[in-house]
T-cell receptor
Framework: AQSVTQLGSHVSVSEGALVLLRCNYSSSVPPYLFWYVQYPNQGLQLLLKYTSAATLVKGINGFEAEFKKSETSFHLTKPSAHMSDAAEYFCAVSDQGAGNMLTFGGGTRLMVKP | DVKVTQSSRYLVKRTGEKVFLECVQDMDHENMFWYRQDPGLGLRLIYFSYDVKMKEKGDIPEGYSVSREKKERFSLILESASTNQTSMYLC?????????????FGAGSRLTVL
C-alpha cells in the first residue's frame, strides 16, 4: 500500500523568497511521483512528474522537485515566490505498474505575502 | 484544448435527496475517476471506471454509486444525501497506456447537504 505525507498544511512565504513544500511517500515498488496545483475555484493541474528518468524534475512556472530514494522524499521548490503561486499543492504517488492508481497527500496551501 | 466538464459547480441539497453529479470528457479516455476533496484529507478516491459499464470501488465508496453508460460520461450518484457528504467532488480521466498516466481534472462540484 502506498501513502503520501505532506508536512505542513499551510506554508507562508514572502514574495521573492524560496518556496519549499515537503512530500514524503511510502511505496513497496518503484514509484511514479507527481505534484499537482489547484488554484482557487479550479480543478487540479499537473505541475510536474517523476517517472524514473532524471531525479531532478522541472515543471511549469519555475517549480522543480528532486526524487531522493534514500529519504523517500519528493520535495517541491521554487527559488523565488510570486503572488500568483498562491494555491494548494498536492503530492501524489502511484506504482510503476498496471493501473497507475494515484494516492494523494493531504495538500499544502501556499500563501505568498507581498 | 482537452476538457473534463462537470455540469454543476455548486449544488445545495437536503438530507435524503437523491443527487446526480455528471462528468463528461472529450479526450476519448478509457479511465474515469471520482474523488472527494476535504480540507486536510487531500483527495480520496470514491469510484473509478476502466471501461463502459465497468466500475470499481475506491477507498470510500460507502453512500455512493456510479454509472458509465457511455465512454465519455461518468456519473456519481448519492442515493440519499447526508450532511457528511458535504464536500468538493472532483472528476478526472486518463488514457489506458502504460506509464505515468496524468490525470486531467474537472473544475469540481461543491455540494452542500443541509
Amino acid at each position: 500500500a502506498q501513502s503520501v505525507t505532506q508536512l505542513g498544511s499551510h506554508v507562508s512565504v514572502s514574495e521573492g523568497a524560496l518556496v519549499l513544500l515537503r512530500c514524503n511517500y511510502s511505496s513497496s515498488v518503484p514509484p511514479y511521483l507527481f505534484w499537482y496545483v489547484q488554484y482557487p475555484n479550479q480543478g487540479l493541474q499537473l505541475l510536474l512528474k517523476y517517472t524514473s528518468a532524471a531525479t531532478l524534475v522541472k515543471g511549469i512556472n519555475g517549480f522543480e522537485a528532486e526524487f531522493k530514494k534514500s529519504e523517500t522524499s519528493f520535495h517541491l521548490t521554487k527559488p523565488s515566490a510570486h503572488m500568483s503561486d498562491a494555491a494548494e499543492y498536492f503530492c501524489a504517488v502511484s506504482d510503476q505498474g498496471a493501473g497507475n492508481m494515484l494516492t494523494f497527500g493531504g495538500g499544502t496551501r501556499l500563501m505568498v505575502k507581498p | 484544448d482537452v476538457k473534463v466538464t462537470q455540469s454543476s459547480r455548486y449544488l445545495v441539497k437536503r438530507t435524503g435527496e437523491k443527487v446526480f453529479l455528471e462528468c463528461v470528457q472529450d479526450m476519448d479516455h478509457e479511465n474515469m475517476f471520482w474523488y472527494r476533496q476535504d480540507p486536510g484529507l487531500g483527495l480520496r478516491l470514491i469510484y473509478f471506471s476502466y471501461d463502459v459499464k465497468m466500475k470499481e470501488k475506491g477507498d470510500i465508496p460507502e453512500g455512493y454509486s456510479v454509472s458509465r453508460e457511455k465512454k465519455e460520461r461518468f456519473s456519481l450518484i448519492l442515493e440519499s444525501a447526508s450532511t457528511n457528504q458535504t464536500s468538493m467532488y472532483l472528476c478526472a480521466s486518463t488514457g489506458q497506456g502504460k506509464g505515468a498516466n496524468v490525470l486531467t481534472f474537472g473544475a469540481g462540484s461543491r455540494l452542500t447537504v443541509l
